[in-house]
């Protein structure tokens, strides 16, 4: 079993829905969870970071991290074209400078 | 602020052959980490290098080494390079305790 999992997708949305991307990790030690947003022929960038459990919100994206289930999610509200991007969760044990652990990367497509 | 950048792009090489790819870090920045991605997959980690010495290392062969220089810069070396080592190489740099690392647009390497 991987450490971290994500579905590839792809996922294809029209502009305007919410989008809803997971992953799901098998090691409990993880206390920091990232996202990051990998357009094409560019390095990740990050989009959202969270330590343990909890929500953030920043803007039309809201990061959710559930230890319990080892699960954390990123929504998309108002998805636009420009988010049009592969989107990896990330995980570290000792912060987001640390060795990174990341899911397989989901693709999505906004459609005008 | 200049950001981290990677050199070369693009890279070709045959199999056997050895290969260094060099990483400039965001100023300020001490730490260096190195990420291999292979096509469809999310990145995994190589190695992190602060203040010049190794902290730090991934699932990868002895024949991956790297180096980091007094001001901060790095190479990654790959010695007897196989099919498998074609990916996206991408480096990252930090501060200690930054909440994120900074990636720079990656080395594509193609080994025939």
């Known amino acids: 079993q991987k450490e971290v999992e994500q579905d590839p997708g792809p996922l294809s949305v029209p502009e305007g829905a919410i989008v809803s991307l997971n992953c799901t990790y098998s090691?409990?030690?993880?206390?920091?969870f990232m996202w990051y947003r990998q357009y094409s022929r560019k390095g990740p960038e990050l989009l959202m970071y969270t330590y343990s459990s909890g929500n953030k919100e920043d803007g039309r994206f809201t990061a959710q991290v559930d230890k319990s289930s080892k699960y954390i999610s990123l929504f998309i509200r108002d998805s636009q074209p420009s988010d049009s991007a592969t989107y990896l969760c990330a995980m570290s044990e000792g912060g987001g400078s640390e060795k990174l652990v990341f899911g397989k990367g989901m693709k999505l497509t906004v459609n005008p | 602020e200049t950001g981290v950048t990677q050199s070369p792009t693009h890279l070709i090489k045959t199999r056997g052959q050895q290969v260094t790819l060099r990483c400039s870090s965001q100023s300020g920045h001490n730490t260096v980490s190195w990420y291999q991605q292979a096509l469809g997959q999310g990145p995994q980690f190589i190695f992190q290098y602060y203040r010049e010495e190794e902290n730090g290392r991934g699932n990868f062969p002895p024949r991956f080494s790297g180096l980091q220089f007094p001001n901060y810069s790095s190479e990654l070396n790959v010695n007897a390079l196989e099919l498998d080592d074609s990916a996206l190489y991408l480096c990252?740099?930090?501060?200690?305790?930054?909440?994120?690392?900074?990636f720079g647009p990656g080395t594509r390497l193609l080994v025939l």
């Open positions: 090691n409990s030690a993880f206390q920091y």
């Open positions: 990252a740099s930090s501060q200690d305790r930054q909440e994120t690392q900074y």
